[in-house]
């Protein structure tokens, strides 16, 4: 049980009470490195990008207006740290080809998982989801993992709410393809 909200410990440390940064690093610390970790896929590289954030979160905490949600705001400085750093590292993924992806029904998509157990299932998306470029991966796993709605994905990664949207629809269709391809092999 959260003994003060968000809000509460903002107002402390923005009036000089330092000390209740850790009650939002304990808070927070575990939810953006899982998501640092998930998109940039090196451990050493997502402790350091953690740290990163919360020195820019505490450094930017006066400015933040409470437009959104406190989560919201931390969650949109870690993903755009994290696709900066890859961003420097120019990595290389597996190219779909566009005929591949838009010839995939929804029902393929939901039917492919189906054959397998949960653990088979989840190492498959998990091998997938290391192909996809670190946007893509963010994206999804905010969605998904992170249950970002939207609208909190509008305010995170900076794209129209039917952009987004349009985005998770390509990603669960190249999901799809990397999964299917696996099984042919």
Not at 2 to 20: F, K, N, P, Q
Not at 135 to 162: M, Q, W
Request: net charge negative; aromatic share 8%.
């Amino acid at each position: 049980m959260e003994l003060y909200s968000d809000a509460y410990y903002i107002e402390r440390i923005v009036a000089g009470d330092t000390g209740c940064f850790a009650c939002l690093l304990d808070k927070y610390s575990r939810p953006v490195h899982s998501l640092i970790l998930k998109t940039v896929r090196n451990k050493e590289d997502a402790e350091e990008l953690a740290q990163d954030v919360f020195m820019k979160v505490f450094r930017n905490l006066p400015s933040f207006k409470g437009d959104c949600s406190f989560s919201t705001w931390i969650y949109r400085i870690a993903y755009n740290t994290a696709i900066s750093e890859l961003r420097k590292k120019k990595q290389e993924f597996v190219a779909i080809e566009e005929s591949q992806i838009n010839n995939v029904s929804e029902e393929e998509i939901s039917e492919i998982l189906g054959h397998t157990s949960v653990s088979e299932q989840l190492d498959k998306l998990e091998i997938a989801l290391a192909q996809l470029p670190p946007d893509e991966r963010a994206l999804i796993l905010l969605f998904y993992h992170k249950e970002k709605t939207i609208e909190e994905l509008t305010v995170i990664t900076g794209l129209s709410a039917s952009n987004a949207k349009v985005k998770l629809h390509r990603i669960r269709k190249k999901l799809f393809v990397l999964i299917k391809g696996m099984e042919e092999q």
